[in-house]
């Protein structure tokens, strides 16, 4: 994970599907990421969506003004 955090970080996608657990295993990197201006779509599945404190925690090392820009979406279902 940390290594495809690097990738992500070269490669500036615009639309990121994750778990929640891989977004904290890769850790500060995760907070560089969502500070990427091509990221505009962040979508949690596989996992339940993190409660409104980790997602904060989550965000508390990206810039506001960039990580207020992306559209968050839960695809985590009661199929899952």
Known sequence: PRLLGRC???????FLQCTPSFA?????NFAKILQLPSLKYLCFG???FPDITE???????ADRPAAS???FYNFYG???
């Open 8 to 14: 992500l970080l070269r490669t500036g996608p615009s």
């Open 24 to 28: 904290r295993y890769i850790g500060s």
């Open 46 to 48: 596989g996992e339940p």
């Open 55 to 61: 997602l904060q925690k989550m965000l508390s090392g």
């Open 69 to 71: 820009q992306l559209c």
């Open 78 to 80: 009661v199929t899952e």
